[in-house]
């Protein structure tokens, strides 16, 4: 990319945002990074010391106009902020859950949907942390197979609560162990260490949570599946970073596992994703997404045994929910419009 490119990152100093800058470095490399958060500060990253500004700077006449601006902000300053960066000229990557269920956004899972980011498009939505990795495997078995229905139970990392709930759960964590009790009595039942925790805010009259729609109501606009039978249930476990997530699918032609393996093992037709093999789920933990930031894995492909007719299958898939389920995603989906410099973070795929 030339080296005029400018990238604005809205949220730098969080966790996603975080996460992005070092993504953007790889990617756009002679980029220019202009970096925003609540107030003026800077920010102290990988040796670094990088200026911040006031995100409110964007709203004045001598805001900066560029090219590409990722938003890692909550609902409510995505709102404020992305119709202002459109306005500017920039094309816009938003993680929040602000746009993802605008039909005139495209909710995009790279290696499953970007085909739907063409030059035209100026606005794209990156869907929930869990949304991408079930999307990344579930997307070639319903291209192949089809995809009839899907149970999924998400295990889910304190990071995904952002950067003040993380510090908070390491402090308490760290309390809590300190003090060895074997039934875990010095931790609070109604925080998030040494337990677990359903992820039930903003729960509606339907009595599923902001999480459990997310994942049901993406996973069909993403897979374009809008009759998808789906349903699930969320809660947070007290791991740092990882999501851990087991899903019951139903295909619609008979399959094998072995046959769910040879597809989600071939990266051309499975793009993104680490296969681990077998049943037992050796090396297919949380943590082990850390091994490969930008992959999501998925494992333990197996038989239901519940249903006779070879079309029901357990499996556990797991992701990165800063990188892989975040900002490696964004970044993907912007390099259908910007070349990215490293192969890792170009969307080849449709
Ligand atoms: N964490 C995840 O796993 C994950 C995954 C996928 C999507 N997301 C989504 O990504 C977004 C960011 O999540 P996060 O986990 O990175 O959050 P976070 O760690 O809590 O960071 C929030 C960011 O928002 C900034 N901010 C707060 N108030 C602001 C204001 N008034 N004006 C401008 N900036 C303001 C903060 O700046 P200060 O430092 O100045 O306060 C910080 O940079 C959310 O929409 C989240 O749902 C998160």
Redo the contacts with the bound molecule.
């Keep these: 990319m030339t080296a005029s490119m400018r990238i604005c990152i809205?949220?730098?100093?969080?966790?996603?945002?975080?996460e992005t800058i070092e993504l953007a470095q790889r990617a756009w490399p002679t980029a220019e990074l202009a970096l925003?958060?609540?107030?003026d500060?800077t920010l102290e990253l990988a040796g670094r010391t990088w200026p911040?500004s006031?995100?409110?700077a964007l709203e004045g006449d001598a805001a900066p106009r560029g090219d590409l601006a990722f938003?890692?902000?909550?609902?409510e300053?995505?709102k404020?902020?992305v119709p202002r960066l459109l306005e500017l000229g920039y094309r816009v990557v938003d993680?929040?859950?602000?746009y993802r269920a605008d039909p005139q956004v495209p909710l995009v899972v790279a290696g499953v949907n970007a085909r739907l980011v063409d030059p035209s498009v100026r606005l794209v939505a990156?869907?929930?942390?869990t949304t991408?990795p079930f999307a990344l495997a579930c997307g070639p078995i319903a291209t192949r197979f089809g995809l009839r229905s899907a149970t999924v139970s998400t295990y889910q990392?304190i990071?995904?609560?952002?950067?003040?709930?993380?510090d908070e759960f390491l402090t308490d964590a760290a309390r809590g162990y300190a003090a060895p009790d074997r039934l875990g009595r010095p931790f609070a039942s109604d925080r998030y260490a040494g337990n677990t925790v359903p992820h039930n805010g903003k729960t509606d009259e339907s009595g599923f949570s902001a999480e459990e729609r997310k994942l049901t109501f993406e996973s069909r606009k993403i897979l374009d599946l809008p009759d998808l039978a789906i349903s699930a249930q969320c809660c947070r476990v007290p791991v740092a970073?990882g999501?851990y997530i087991n899903a019951w699918i139903t295909v619609g032609q008979s399959a094998t596992a072995h046959q769910l393996e040879a597809l989600l093992g071939d990266e051309r037709l499975a793009p993104y994703l680490r296969l681990v093999r077998g049943t037992a789920g050796d090396g297919l933990s949380a943590l082990t997404c850390l091994t490969e930031r930008d992959r999501a894995f998925v494992g333990r492909l197996r038989a239901d045994p519940r249903n006779a007719d070879d079309r029901s299958f357990c499996a556990t898939i797991i992701g990165d929910?800063?990188r892989l389920?975040?900002a490696t995603n964004a970044v993907r989906v912007a390099s259908r419009w910007f070349t990215s410099a490293d192969p890792d973070l170009q969307s080849p795929y449709p």
């Design positions: 809205l949220g730098a100093t969080g966790l996603v945002g975080r925003f958060a609540s107030r500060q911040v006031a995100a409110a938003v890692a902000l909550d609902d300053h995505s404020r902020y993680k929040s859950n602000t990156n869907p929930n942390c991408i990392a990071s995904g609560a952002g950067i003040a709930p993380l970073v999501h929910n800063l389920g975040a």
